[in-house]
C-alpha cells in the first residue's frame, strides 16, 4: 500500500533538451505534466545549456524559462572564476541571488577542472556565504574530493546525486566524518540502501531527487513511497530537508 500526503520536492531536475537523449523538449510544459503526473509539488532545476554548453548563456536561459512559474526553483551551474566565464566570484553569487536562484550545480568532470582545487575555491566560499547548496553527481566527482570540500568549506552544503550501486561503504565514511554532505535519491541503487542510510545517519542527511527528464521519475519516488520508512522519515527526505538547506541564511561577509 503507498503512502499519501508528503510533499515531494525534487532536487534534481532539468530543462532544456537533451541533444543526445530522446527524453522530450525538456520544456516547461513538459516539466510541469511530469510533476503532476507523480505528485511532485515543486523542483528545482537546471538547464542542458549550462551543462553542455556554456553555464553563463545556460544561466540566463534558465531564469527566462522558469520566470513566472513558481513551482520551479533555479539552479545556476558553477564555473571557477580563472577564466572569467561567469564573472567573479561574487559576482557570479550577487547575480544568482539577484535573479532568485535558490542552489548551484557543479559539472566538474565535464567542465575540466578540479572540484577540491585552488581553483574552485573562491566560487565554493562565495556560494556557502550566500547560503546555497551545491549539487553534483557523484559521476562528477570522487568521495576524496566531496569530503575535502566539506572540510575546507564547512558552511557549504553539499548535495551528492546520482549514486548507483555500491558505493554504500565510501557514502558511509564520507557522512561519518562530515555533517555537510548530503545525498539525494536520484539512481540510489542499493537493495534496501535507502532505509540503512537513514538508519545509520538519520532522515536529515537525504533529499529527494528523481534526475528527471533522463531517469524516470517513478524510480525515485517509488523507492520513497513504497520504502519501510515511517511517515515522519517519508515527509522530511520528499521535501522537509531541502525546504530547510533551500532557506539557509547567508552568512556576514
Not at 540503512?196 to 517513478?218: H, K
Amino acid at each position: 500500500m503507498t503512502r499519501r500526503g508528503p510533499v515531494l520536492i525534487d532536487a534534481d531536475a532539468m530543462l532544456g533538451r537533451h541533444p543526445a537523449r530522446d527524453v522530450g523538449a525538456g520544456s516547461v510544459v513538459e516539466a510541469l505534466a511530469s510533476m503532476d503526473r507523480f505528485g511532485i509539488s515543486e523542483a528545482l532545476v537546471g538547464h542542458t545549456l549550462s551543462w553542455l554548453h556554456d553555464p553563463r548563456t545556460g544561466n540566463q536561459a534558465l531564469l527566462e524559462l522558469v520566470a513566472g512559474q513558481p513551482r520551479l526553483l533555479p539552479c545556476w551551474v558553477m564555473l571557477p572564476d580563472t577564466c572569467a566565464e561567469t564573472g567573479t566570484s561574487a559576482e557570479f553569487v550577487s547575480a544568482a541571488l539577484a535573479g532568485g536562484v535558490r542552489a548551484v550545480r557543479a559539472y566538474p568532470v565535464d567542465h575540466g577542472y578540479d572540484l577540491a582545487g585552488v581553483d574552485a575555491a573562491p566560487v565554493l566560499e562565495a556560494i556557502a556565504r550566500a547560503g546555497l547548496p551545491l549539487l553534483l553527481d557523484a559521476t562528477q566527482t570522487t568521495w576524496p574530493q566531496v569530503e575535502a570540500v566539506a572540510v575546507a568549506h564547512p558552511h557549504l552544503t553539499v548535495v551528492v546525486g546520482g549514486l548507483g550501486y555500491r558505493v554504500l561503504r565510501q557514502v558511509a565514511g564520507v557522512l561519518a566524518r562530515t555533517d555537510n554532505v548530503h545525498l539525494g535519491l536520484a539512481n540510489l541503487s542499493s537493495h534496501c540502501g535507502l532505509e540503512w542510510l537513514v538508519e545509520r545517519f538519520g532522515e536529515q542527511r537525504l533529499v529527494f531527487g528523481t534526475g528527471a527528464p533522463t531517469r524516470d521519475p517513478a524510480e525515485a519516488v517509488t523507492r520513497l513511497l513504497w520504502s519501510e520508512l515511517d511517515d515522519g522519515a517519508v515527509s522530511a527526505i520528499g521535501g522537509g530537508n531541502l525546504r530547510s538547506l533551500l532557506h539557509k541564511k547567508a552568512r556576514a561577509a
